[in-house]
């Protein structure tokens, strides 16, 4: 099973609101990844997790704010958006063992959540 | 300064042709390449490839790994209408002991019946 599981798969919310998106792996994974993807462009790294702890954060505004409640779930609340901030927001894991883990280096990604901010 | 460069970045083509798309990289501590198919929702794993020469297969879809020369291809024989994807190829940096996965900007393809 390498199954990420996100929600809501649409998202619809106005400046003013704060609402949360939600992600969830059972595969042991220890790394869990939010990306930020706009049309016809790359996924975009937003923030990292290893063992439950925020390890990268790529000088994300604070309106996003990423939790990791355990090692299977990874949330993202959302405050006081732009439209600018409409996108795809993609959750990602993977099992993260170091240098000596090669096969462990995938990425699954889950099928991420589309994000209207009006 | 784009760290994973594809190519081309569009590609039309009819059922049944084959097709070659290019990835090439420049990180300083490699770990990995990946390539995603992506269609209108999240990209899904294809390929992860670590050793130069070694290809991988999986039906019609292989790929190889040329770690002397940084680069890749992904290649698509007898392509079906459902080949239509963007193609991602992702570079993962071991630079830290996390590493961070670099995107290209990913190879649109169009296959016609």
């Known amino acids: 099973d390498t199954e990420v599981t996100q929600t809501p798969k649409h998202l619809v919310m106005g400046m003013t609101n704060k609402k949360s998106l939600k992600c969830e792996q059972h595969?042991?994974?220890?790394?869990m990844y939010w990306y930020k993807q706009k049309a016809k462009k790359p996924p975009e790294l937003m923030f990292v997790y290893s063992y439950e702890k925020l390890s990268i954060n790529e000088s994300v505004p604070s309106r996003f704010s990423p939790e990791c409640p355990n090692s299977s779930l990874l949330n993202l609340h959302l405050h006081a958006l732009q439209p600018e901030d409409s996108a795809l927001y993609l959750c990602a894991s993977s099992q993260d063992r170091g240098e000596t883990g090669v096969t462990g280096n995938t990425i699954y990604f889950g099928e991420g959540s589309w994000l209207t901010v009006v | 300064e784009d760290k994973v460069v594809q190519s081309p970045l569009s590609l039309v083509v009819h059922e049944g042709d084959t097709v070659t798309l290019n990835c090439s990289y420049e990180?300083?501590?490699?770990?990995?390449l990946l390539w995603y198919k992506q269609e209108k929702k999240a990209p899904t794993f294809l390929f992860m490839l670590t050793s130069s020469g070694i290809e991988k297969k999986s039906g019609r879809l292989s790929s190889i790994l040329d770690k002397k020369e940084l680069f890749s291809i992904l290649n698509i024989t007898a392509t079906q209408t459902g080949d239509s994807a963007v193609y991602l190829c992702a570079v993962h940096d071991r630079g830290s002991t996390l590493g961070r996965l670099y995107f290209g900007r990913g190879t649109q393809l169009t296959v016609w019946p």
């Open positions: 595969m042991g994974h220890r790394a």
């Open positions: 990180v300083t501590n490699f770990r990995s």
